[in-house]
C-alpha cells in the first residue's frame, strides 16, 4: 500500500472481496459545479452507484492524504470550499502532499489514486483534451497523458467542444488510448450525443466493455481504456443553444487572458451562466448515467477476474 494513501473500509473490504467499486473525481464537486448542487450530485452518485451493485469510492485529498473513499463531511467540505480547494493534477500531487493541503482531484489524479488503490473503472462527466487554439496555446490536459499511462477504464459522456474534438482524438490515438463508443458509433459531446467525430470502436454491453478492458490489462499494455456514453436523449440539450454558448464562453476566456488550470473551470462556469442553468441539470444526469455502466461494467470485470 502506498505511504500516502487512506482506502476506507469499505472500499478495501470490497476490493479484497473481489466486488465492483467505481472511482469518482472530485474536481467536478468543487470546480464543476456550483454549490449545493455539486454535494447534492456527489451524494446521489455515490448512491446510484450503490443501487446498481457497486461501492462508490470518491477520491480527493484531504490534509496531506491521497483518499480513495470519502466520508459524507468530506465531500461537503469539498463542495462548500468550492474554488479555494486546490484542483490537483499531476504535476500538483508532490506539493500539495508535502505541504498537508486538502486537493481536488482532475480525471489524471483520480486515475492515479485509484490505480494505487486497486480500482479499475472511473466514472465522471467529461474529461480534459486538447483545447481549441492549442496550436498557438499548447493547452493540453493531462487527462490524456494519464490515459495513455495508467491501468484505469474511465466512463464519461465524451467531451466538450470547449474542446477541439478532432484533435483531442488524434492525441489518443497517437497515445494509443482506445476510444469506445457505448452503443454508439459517434462521440458524444457531452450536452449532445453527437459531435459529428467517429470513435474507434462500438460496445453494445457492460460485458463487452469489460472484456475489452480485460485483455488490455492480461497483455500487459499500459495505459487506460476511454468509453464515452451519450447522454440520454431526455436530457441532451440543443446543439445550436449550447454551441453558441460555448463560443461565447471562449470569446470571454480570450479577453479576459485566463490561462493554465483556470481555464477549463472557468469555461464550464460560464457556459452554465449563459444557458441558466439547464446546462447544469442535463450535467447532472449525465453523470448518473455514466455512474450506472461504471457498476455494471465494474461488476463484469470482477467475473472475469475471479
Ligand atoms: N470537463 C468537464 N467537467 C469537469 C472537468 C472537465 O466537463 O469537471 C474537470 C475534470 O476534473 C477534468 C479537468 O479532469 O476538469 C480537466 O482540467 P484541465 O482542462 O485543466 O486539464
Ligand atoms: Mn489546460
Given at each position: 500500500m502506498n505511504k500516502y494513501l487512506d482506502v476506507s473500509k469499505e472500499v478495501a473490504e470490497a476490493i479484497a472481496l473481489n466486488r465492483p467499486v467505481v472511482a469518482l473525481e472530485s474536481t467536478i464537486i468543487s470546480h464543476g459545479m456550483p454549490y449545493p448542487q455539486n454535494v447534492e450530485t456527489a451524494l446521489r452518485v455515490e448512491q446510484v452507484i450503490r443501487e446498481s451493485g457497486a461501492v462508490p469510492a470518491t477520491i480527493a485529498i484531504i490534509g496531506g492524504r491521497l483518499k480513495a473513499g470519502l466520508t459524507k463531511e468530506e465531500i461537503e467540505h469539498l463542495g462548500k470550499t468550492g474554488y479555494d480547494v486546490p484542483k490537483v493534477s499531476r504535476r500538483?500531487?508532490?506539493v500539495i502532499l508535502?505541504?498537508?493541503m486538502d486537493g481536488a482531484t482532475t480525471v489524471t489524479t483520480t486515475m492515479i489514486i485509484a490505480a494505487l488503490a486497486g480500482i479499475k473503472?472511473?466514472?465522471t462527466g467529461g474529461i480534459g483534451g486538447v483545447h481549441r487554439g492549442a496550436?498557438?496555446?499548447m493547452d493540453i490536459s493531462a487527462d490524456l497523458e494519464e490515459l495513455a499511462e495508467t491501468p484505469v477504464m474511465v466512463i464519461c459522456a465524451g467531451a466538450k467542444s470547449i474542446l477541439d474534438l478532432g484533435l483531442t482524438l488524434e492525441y489518443l490515438?497517437?497515445?494509443g488510448v482506445p476510444v469506445i463508443g457505448y452503443g454508439t458509433e459517434e462521440l458524444p459531446a457531452f450536452y449532445t450525443g453527437k459531435s459529428g467525430f467517429g470513435v474507434d470502436y462500438r460496445l453494445d454491453t457492460p460485458k463487452e466493455l469489460a472484456q475489452a478492458f480485460h485483455v488490455k490489462q492480461e497483455m500487459g499494455l499500459k495505459g487506460g481504456m476511454l468509453v464515452t456514453n451519450p447522454i440520454p436523449e431526455e436530457f441532451s440539450m440543443d446543439p445550436a443553444v449550447i454551441n453558441k454558448a460555448i463560443d461565447e464562453a471562449i470569446d470571454e476566456s480570450i479577453k479576459?487572458?485566463?490561462?493554465?488550470k483556470e481555464t477549463t473551470p472557468f469555461l464550464l462556469a460560464?457556459?452554465?451562466?449563459?444557458?441558466?442553468g439547464d446546462s447544469l441539470d442535463s450535467n447532472i444526469q449525465l453523470v448518473f448515467n455514466n455512474?450506472?455502466?461504471?457498476?455494471k461494467t465494474a461488476a463484469e470485470l470482477c467475473n472475469l477476474e475471479a
Open positions: 500538483d500531487l508532490p508535502a505541504k498537508g473503472i472511473f466514472a496550436e498557438t496555446t490515438e497517437t497515445k479576459q487572458g485566463i490561462h493554465g460560464k457556459v452554465k451562466e449563459l444557458t441558466g455512474a450506472r455502466l461504471a457498476a
